[in-house]
């Protein structure tokens, strides 16, 4: 996989003497097969180069579907929140990446694999409810940490590779193949993954008499499929990722490019709009769910909104493409912005009033709200995503798009621990004996409320920490909304492309026209 990234960097130098040549129709001139597509042609002209790119992006949601969504849903019954938002960090290296050397990268996609079936051979002791051992929330949060690391590096590489592999006329939909390859592999893990792990299910539904697959297994089918596409990238599409060492570029002219990327004017303050603006839902996106398995929903139940809402992140990200080409790109982003804020409200009344026996018309009310709250999120996702493509500056465009994405996926990640955490520290449970109002110990976590049980008592909640903490974020996305987000995103849809390119140390373009970056155009 580590080939790609050497990739993404390589097409836009074969027609180094004229940079334009970048954005046009023929820049796949090494290609001999690959013939200009036609205007009209669409996504259809490019439709292999687009497959390849979903490909790409379910290997990397695999493991993101695990950290992200049925890892935490496997410890919840063994951890506390303060343990699930320690395990939590194990995301970050996927919102913050780097730029990579080539050289360095060159075997990330075989790498992972290997890493994989490694951990496939103990992760089943760890993860196991019949296992009465602590969980080493650390040495978890340490492991899924480092995978992600190698995750997050095949990213950069295919990132950059969805500029060079598809036209002007098609860039788009770059984040539409990030949003049907991610959704996918992460559908696989969670939804398809769950259902599979689970005793109830597979006995139910599938006649068997225990689960289908365990988590060891899991990991070692995707392993060697991590290892399997590594070797198609390196024989098959040999020609695609031959290294040209004269070609590459050194670390120190990349971290250069960055810095000059985030001191353009406009991009300062698209940087601070997007780092604050997924708190007002951050609390509702990393807790709610948790919440619902606490009131009686199963894992099995919740992964069902990933199986319905699947088909539609796909649709959905097809035409937030398209809505997104207009003279206004922020627009979808904008709009969906409004309503998840809205439903984040919805999701603390819908923990509130859970029934004691869940109905089946409650159960389906959950559902809609969560595949309607995860369709919003998509539309976010792809209409930022688009907005990017159509941003970056073409010259160093692997660059500029991982800066971009680390920004959005950071702006994501970072309030989670601080979430997780704060709901455990606002909480007040203790476990009581009988009428005592002595307590034997703090009870926030389903493992140490079993243990009251077992020891005779009953586990008090005299304040859910859930709900000050939702009620807080949902008050600053608010605060945010009016003052930050659209006074900001009304000024940056005036700013014109050019405006986003920097000049290039080195290079024999025309240094006359990127000297315009940075100028907001008044």
């Keep these: 996989m580590g080939n790609k990234a050497s990739t993404k960097r390589r097409k836009p130098t074969s027609v180094s003497q004229s940079p334009e040549t970048v954005a046009q129709p023929h820049k796949h001139d090494d290609v001999e097969s690959k013939q200009p597509p036609a205007p009209s042609a669409g996504i259809r002209s490019e439709l292999g180069d687009f497959v390849l790119l979903v490909a790409l992006y379910l290997l990397q949601g695999v493991p993101l579907g695990l950290v992200m969504g049925s890892v935490p849903f496997l410890l919840k019954s063994k951890l506390s929140f303060s343990d699930i938002a320690l395990f939590s960090l194990s995301s970050y290296p996927y919102s913050l990446k780097e730029k990579l050397d080539c050289a360095d990268s060159e075997s990330v996609q075989a ?43 095949q990213d950069i590489a295919v990132d950059g590779w969805a500029l060079t592999l598809l036209s002007e006329e098609n860039k788009a939909y770059a984040s539409t193949a990030q949003t049907i390859g991610l959704n996918s592999g992460y559908f696989l893990s969670f939804t398809v993954f769950l259902a599979l792990n689970s005793k109830e299910f597979c006995v139910k539904y599938l006649g068997l008499e225990s689960e289908a697959i365990l988590l060891g297994s899991y990991l070692a089918f995707w392993g060697a499929m991590f290892i399997v596409c590594d070797l198609w990238l390196i024989f098959v599409k040999k020609e695609d990722l031959e290294f040209h060492e004269s070609e590459e570029e050194g670390i120190q002219v990349v971290y250069h490019q960055i810095f000059q990327v985030i001191s353009l004017p406009n991009m300062k303050r698209l940087i601070s709009m997007i780092m604050i603006s997924k708190v007002g839902f951050a609390a509702h996106d990393s807790v709610t769910a948790l919440k619902l398995l606490e009131k009686g929903f199963s894992k099995e139940d919740l992964a069902l909104t990933v199986l319905i809402d699947f088909p539609i992140q796909i649709i959905v990200g097809y035409y937030v493409a398209k809505w997104s080409n207009g003279p206004k790109p922020l627009r979808p982003w904008l709009n969906a912005f409004y309503v998840r804020l809205i439903f984040s409200g919805m999701g603390m009344l819908i923990v509130k009033f859970v029934p004691s026996t869940i109905t089946t018309s409650y159960f389906v009310f959950v559902i809609c709200v969560s595949v309607l709250n995860s369709m919003l999120s998509t539309i976010m996702f792809v209409g930022i995503g688009s907005y990017f493509t159509k941003i970056s500056d073409p010259k160093i465009g692997g660059t500029y798009m991982t800066l971009l994405n680390t920004i959005n996926n950071l702006a994501g990640t970072w309030p989670k621990y601080f979430i997780l955490h704060s709901v455990d520290q ?20 389903d493992a140490t409320k079993s243990q009251c049980v077992l020891e005779g008592g009953r586990c008090v909640i005299d304040s859910d920490g859930y709900y000050p903490v939702s009620a807080g974020c949902l008050l600053v996305g608010l605060v945010v909304l009016v003052f930050v987000v659209r006074p900001t995103v009304g000024f940056l849809e005036k700013v014109p492309d050019v405006a986003w390119r920097v000049s290039r140390d080195g290079g024999s373009d025309d240094g006359e026209k990127t000297k315009l970056a940075g100028s907001k155009d008044d």
Excluded: H
């Excluded at 899924?144 to 995750?151: K, S």
């Design 111 to 153: 790498i992972t694999g290997v890493f994989l079936m490694i951990l496939s051979q103990s992760i089943d002791s760890y993860v196991s409810l019949d296992s009465s051992a602590p969980v080493p929330v650390t040495f978890l949060a340490i492991t899924f940490a480092g995978l992600v690391f190698l995750c997050a590096t």
């Design 426 to 445: 606002f909480t007040e449970a203790q476990c009581l004996v009988n009428n005592s109002t002595e307590s034997l110990f703090k009870c926030t976590s």
